[in-house]
Each structure stands twice: as structure tokens, then as C-alpha cells.
DNA sequence: CCTGCAAATGTTATAATGTTGCAAACTTTG
DNA sequence: CAAAGTTTGCAACATTATAACATTTGCAGG
């Protein structure tokens, strides 16, 4: 499943879409929660996508296939999906991106390439911990964090350009 | 246009803003950097108030007091602070903030009351530590840093309603 | 079946945030 | 002063997000 998440290295993505799907399928039944075909297609292209998606691309994607729809379509299956854990939303970015642990109620650390765009959720508890304990030394209950890091990956850094 | 609130000790505000000028001044002077009376008002305006700031809430405040500024002239001046570290932006308020370690090149945690607004910037050495090491894990090089935290301040567990 | 409610979607308009491009004014420096 | 570079003014525009209200759909209970 961690492969899933690794847009470094080559994979069958097709694949990894596939299950990423399934899995928010079952979480949604789980939840009693309905995956409709506006929201399962939404997702279906912002996992597509290595890189995370505006809600603009996603509008134009769905014009290009015949589903003529306004932004208030695509914010509101974009809720949808972030209120069950299914998608981030990436605030530097404005833009969204599938969630690699959906279901475990939790907030990713987000590696942003600057030279690709691709984008690497990790997670990392040791951050999480070391967040947590700052705020509590100043009494602050954290609710939501959010943790993004713009710079180079891997195969970004010595031969730039790798789209 | 937010009201001016209380941090979370009381203090001699107008006092912190000067000083936070006297840096600033200091530190363009040192970088041969020309802090221009328009820059220096929108890092004041800055200061004075606790909660981060919009561009357009600048631009009103530009406005109310006969100078009619428009966008650009509040973006440009948020860059030059941006980039010689007077200011930080916060992604997720698209807001900016008067940063409080001027000078020493660093990246804050931002805790972010969602109950009054206030902002606090820590200086968490231990937060940057951990998110460096995950990133070094995978080999990512980061570059900038964004770490926000939304939650409740110490004044509003409880008794909520502090502005 | 149908009826009525709640949830989901459609539709239009608009708000909020941020940028481009070019001209004019100002600063610095030779 | 004059040239060059920086800063600001200004108009238009681009992008991101929401509000308000109408319509349709899914579904439980009569």
C-alpha cells in the first residue's frame, strides 16, 4: 500500500487508482455515506493525477467529457471527500490530492516538489508528536495541523525537470 | 476589518509595534534594502493588529486613510516584507502575520485560535528537527516550511468568544 | 404505488484573492 | 544633469471560492 503512495518510482498507477476507488467505496458504506457518480468521478481524477488538482482543473476535466458543470458541483464533491478523509487539501497549493491513508483519521506531512509538482504525503508521527508537544507546552489544543514542505525530490535535485 | 484583540498576555502594544519597526528598519538598513513608507505602513498595520491580516483588509485600511491604493501595491509591499522576512504569509488564512524573529532565518509554527483568530508564532527547533529528519528519509530537500496549526487557545478552551 | 422529506445537484450570480503589463515617478549613481 | 534601475500608479484581468435559490433524486412510511 506505501507503493501507492510513491510517485517517485515507477508503478502501475492504473491500478493503484483502482484500489484507491475500492477502498473509498468501502469506507463510504462504512460510513453510510453516498459515493455518487459525481463524487466517485472526482476522486477518480484527482488520483489520476500525480500531482494535486485545483478545483479548476477538475472542472475543466469534467467539461472535456461532456459534464457541463458549475464550480459549486465540484467544491461540494470536493467537501464531500475531504470530510470523510478521503482527499487533502493542500492550502499552498489551493489545490487537492487523494489521500494515501483514508480512514485512519489523521493529517499527512506533504512533500511538495517545486520543480516536478508531484506530491509525497508522508506519514510521519515523530512531526505529528513534535507538533503536539510544542502546542501543549502553550496550553493551545491543536485540532487540525497542517504541514507542507516545498523543495526537491529526490530525482528533482542534480537533474531538474522531471515532470 | 477585524477588531484588534488581546494576545494572550496583556501588554503594551503599541510599544511592540515601534519595536518591531526599529527592526525592521535595522535589518533593511543592514540588507541595503529600501523600506519604503508604503512597505513600512502595510508592516505596521501589520503589527497593530493581532490577527493576521488579508491583502484586502490592508487595502481597506490603505483606503480609509486617503491613500487609494490598488492590489499590486499591496501584494508588492507583502513580497518585499515576505522576502526579507518581516512578515509571514499564512497559507491556510491566506493571511499575513508580522513575524516575531525578524533577522534570523527561520520558519515558524503558526497556533491558530479558530475561536478568537489569534496567531501565535513558536519557535519549535524540535518541529523543524523532526520534519527535516522525515524529509531526509526519503531524500526530499527541503527548501520552505509551512507548519499551521488550528485549534483552541488557552483563553478560549472553555470560555469561548475572546476576540 | 405515491407522497413527502431530506439529500444531492443544477444554475446564476457574485465575492474574495491574486496577477499582468505598461506608464509614470522617484532614486541612485556616474 | 542624464542614464539606469527601482518603485509606484493604474487598468484590466485571472483564479479561487461561496451564496442563494430552484430542481431533481433517493428513499422511508402510509
Redesign the pocket.
Known amino acids: 500500500m506505501p507503493e501507492r503512495a510513491l510517485p517517485y518510482r515507477p508503478h502501475n498507477h492504473e491500478a493503484c487508482v483502482s484500489q484507491a476507488l475500492a477502498d473509498a467505496r468501502a469506507i463510504c458504506r462504512q460510513q453510510n455515506?453516498?459515493l455518487?457518480?459525481?463524487?466517485e468521478r472526482v476522486l477518480e481524477l484527482i488520483w489520476q493525477s500525480h500531482k494535486p488538482l485545483?478545483?479548476?482543473d477538475i472542472l475543466a476535466m469534467l467539461g472535456t467529457e461532456g459534464h457541463?458543470?458549475?464550480?459549486?458541483?465540484v467544491?461540494?464533491?470536493l467537501d464531500?471527500l475531504l470530510q470523510h478523509g478521503l482527499v487533502h487539501r493542500i492550502a499552498s497549493l489551493?489545490a487537492f490530492t487523494g489521500c494515501t491513508h483514508a480512514g485512519e483519521h489523521h493529517r499527512g506531512t506533504f512533500l511538495i516538489c517545486r520543480e516536478c509538482g508531484n506530491v509525497l504525503e508522508l506519514d510521519a508521527p515523530d512531526v505529528t508528536r513534535a507538533v503536539e508537544a510544542a502546542a501543549a507546552d502553550v496550553a493551545f489544543r491543536p485540532e487540525e495541523i497542517t504541514m507542507e514542505v516545498a523543495g526537491r525530490c529526490p530525482r528533482c535535485q542534480g537533474e531538474p525537470g522531471h515532470a
Do not use: S
Open positions: 455515506a453516498r455518487t457518480p459525481i463524487r485545483g478545483a479548476y457541463n458543470a458549475a464550480p459549486p458541483t467544491y461540494r464533491a464531500f489551493n
